[in-house]
C-alpha cells in the first residue's frame, strides 16, 4: 500500500522522491522513506548529513527543509548543495503557498517547526487535536477542527532544564535524563531525575487541561506527542487521566507533507538557490 514517503515528484523531465530535514536548537534530524537519522552539532554532523544524502540514498530527492536555526541551516545548505542530484526546498516558502493545509488564523510569528508538526500530526489524527512536541523546548500547541492553529504555550525542554541547573547551581552535576526510578529521591541524582520528570509531566499535563478547557470548551481532544522523551512523556500523561498518541517524526512529517500536496512548478520557486562560499 503507498504511503506518504512513496511520493515521486517530476521537476524538468526528472523523478524526485521527498525528503524532510528540521533543523533543530540542539540537532538536525533528516527523514526520507523508512530513515530517520538524527545527529547532535557536533563536529562531525556536517560530513554524516553529507555522506548519507551522497553514499546511502538510491534516488534524486526533494529536500523540504524547516529551521529553527539560521546559522545551522546556513551550513546544511551548503552540505547539500555540494551534492549532485538533489534540490534543497525552503519549507517556509511552501507552507505560505498550502494555506489550506494549516490556516494561521490569528497567531502571530510561531515557530515554524510548530506549524510543521501540525501537519504532520494530521496525517495520522484528525483534528482538532492538540499536539505536544519534546526537545530543547516543550510545545504544546492547539489545532481546530477545520485545520486552523490556535496557538499554545512553549517552556523549557528536559534536557534544557538539566542544563541550566548544571549552569547556575554548584551542587548539581551536568547529567543526562533518566526515568527516575522513585518519586522521592534520596541522593541528588535520583532527586534531580524525580523533579525533573514532575515538572515536565505536571507541565504538560497542565497545558493540556488549559488547553482543552479554554480553546475547547471541555472537551477532550486528540492529544500527539512527538519527539527524544515523547514516549516517557506519553506514559506520564496516562497517568493523569490523559490519553495520548505518540507519532515520533511530525515536524519531518509536516515537511514531507508540503512537498507531496505542492504543485510541481510552485516547489520549483522554493528551491534554494546556491549558497556562494
Known amino acids: 500500500m503507498a504511503t506518504l514517503y512513496d511520493t515521486m515528484i517530476e521537476i ?9 530535514i528540521d533543523v533543530g536548537n540542539s540537532r538536525v534530524k533528516l527523514h526520507h522513506d523508512d530513515v530517520y537519522l538524527s545527529y547532535p552539532y557536533d563536529k562531525e554532523w556536517k560530513k554524516n548529513v553529507q555522506h548519507h544524502y551522497r553514499d546511502h540514498v538510491s534516488k534524486r530527492y526533494l529536500i523540504g527543509l524547516s529551521s529553527v536555526n539560521p546559522k545551522q541551516s546556513t551550513a546544511i545548505v551548503k552540505v547539500l548543495q555540494r551534492i549532485p542530484g538533489h534540490l534543497v526546498i525552503n519549507a517556509h516558502n511552501l507552507l505560505m503557498q498550502n494555506k489550506g493545509l494549516l490556516k494561521l488564523g490569528e497567531v502571530e510569528n510561531a515557530g515554524l517547526d510548530r506549524l510543521l508538526g501540525a501537519i504532520g500530526a494530521m496525517n495520522k489524527v484528525e483534528p482538532p487535536l492538540i499536539t505536544v512536541d519534546c526537545g530543547t523546548a516543550i510545545t504544546v500547541n492547539a489545532i481546530s477542527a477545520d485545520r486552523t492553529f490556535l496557538g499554545g504555550v512553549i517552556f523549557a525542554g528536559i534536557s534544557t532544564q538539566l542544563f541550566g541547573l548544571a549552569k547556575q547551581t554548584a551542587g ?106
Open 172 to 277: 548539581i552535576p551536568e547529567k543526562s535524563f533518566e526515568p527516575p526510578t522513585t518519586l522521592v529521591g534520596v541522593n541528588t541524582h535520583d532527586s534531580l531525575m524525580a523533579g525533573i520528570s514532575a515538572s515536565t509531566i505536571g507541565g504538560v499535563t497542565q497545558a493540556v487541561r488549559s488547553i482543552q478547557d479554554a480553546v475547547f470548551k471541555g472537551k477532550d481532544v486528540p492529544v500527539v506527542v512527538s519527539g527524544g522523551e515523547g514516549e516517557f512523556l506519553v506514559k506520564g500523561l496516562a497517568e493523569n487521566q490523559i490519553k495520548a498518541t505518540y507519532i515520533p517524526h511530525i515536524v519531518t512529517d509536516g515537511v514531507m507533507t508540503l512537498l507531496a500536496s505542492t504543485e510541481p512548478i510552485a516547489i520549483q520557486d522554493a528551491i534554494i538557490e546556491k549558497i556562494r562560499t
Open 12 to 20: 524538468n523531465n526528472v523523478q524526485y522522491g521527498i525528503s524532510g
